[in-house]
Structures are given as C-alpha cells and as structure tokens.
C-alpha cells in the first residue's frame, strides 16, 4: 500500500508523505501490546501483560508524537512523497519501560510476558492477540526504529518516556474510575 501511495504521488494523482511509528502507547490507546493489558492491570497493582521477550530493546511511539508528525509532514513540502519514521524517545527493553509505569504508578512492578505459542491460544479467544501473532518477529529479537532522517529534517519532537508514561498512567487511572 505504501508504494501505492508513493506512486501515486509521483505521477500526480495525490500529494502525500506517509509517516510510521513503532508500536503506539499514551491516553486512549487501547489495542496496543503497551495498552489495556499493561496499563489496567498496572494502575490497579497487579501483573501487567507484556508481549514477547522483556529484556529486548523495543521501540514505542508516543501517540501524541505520532499525531504531531503527521502535523508536520503535511505542512511540509520536502516531506511529500517520502517514508518517514516519526520520532520517539530512546529504545529501552519492555522490562525497563513496564517498571517506569510502576514506579510513576507507585506500585511495585509486576510484570508477565506471552510467548509467541501463548499468544496463538490467546488468539483464539483475544482479538488483538490473534493480530499479534504475525507481529512477534517484534518481541522475539530487538525492534529498535530510526528516526533519524525525520529528526534531521524537521527536528526531534519525542515526549520523554517518563512523560508519556505520566500521561498515559493518569488516563487509565481515571478511564478505570469512570
């Protein structure tokens, strides 16, 4: 699809730039392998549900990012038809990161992970573990994402992950209580 759109920009059809992210956490996400499964279970001081390995480097995309970048490259003409890798916060393992929500949580971190096997009978009865499963190639080795042309061209916006991770504990804090 992304070609597609690439071509299409080429030959005149549209005008587009196309932005990607790592996997998505922050205020309303839900679906993600860094949303309800981590976050419900955390804010309430049980075990939170990663996906795959804990201790490999693993890129996330704060969501406000992501939405600021794509701000960006539609503005931006030298961002037209190009493929660009929006900006986020330095890679750190899922342990790492987890613990980092606890902590701001102020709950001792607790943590479990599914393997990809774990994953295939989760499936069945899961919907998002289901679509995991062909993502696990993610969580079996590290996933790190460079940002780094993005960065070049129009600068390093990525919300710290202390910060994001504030945020993100604070809505699902208060979606629980609602």
């Known amino acids: 699809m992304a070609q597609a759109v690439i071509e299409a920009h080429h030959s005149g ?26 976050f419900a279970p955390l804010v309430k001081g049980k075990t939170a549900q990663a996906t795959g390995s804990l201790d490999l480097p693993h890129t996330y995309t704060f969501i406000d990012d992501f939405g600021k970048a794509m701000v960006i490259l539609g503005e931006r003409e030298e961002a037209l038809g190009d493929i660009w890798h ?20 102020g709950t ?22 289901r679509e995991t499963v ?5 969580f079996e080795k590290p996933f790190v994402v460079d940002h780094s042309k993005f960065e070049r061209v129009f600068g ?21 209580t609602n």
Do not use: C
Request: no cysteine; hydrophobic share 40%; glycine share 10%.
């Open 86 to 105: 929006v900006p986020n916060p330095p890679t750190m393992t899922q342990r790492q990161l987890i613990t980092l929500a606890f902590n701001i949580a």
């Open 13 to 38: 059809k549209v005008r587009a730039a196309i932005a990607r992210g790592a996997d998505f956490y922050g205020p309303g996400v839900l679906g993600s392998t860094l949303g309800e499964r981590v």
């Open 156 to 176: 390093n916006h990525a919300t710290p992950h202390e910060n994001g991770l504030r945020q993100t504990v604070k809505w699902y804090k208060k979606h629980l």
């Open 108 to 129: 001792p971190p607790r943590m479990s992970s599914m393997g990809r096997l774990m994953m295939r009978i989760g499936g069945m009865f899961i919907p998002e573990a």
């Open 134 to 138: 062909e993502m696990m190639y993610e």
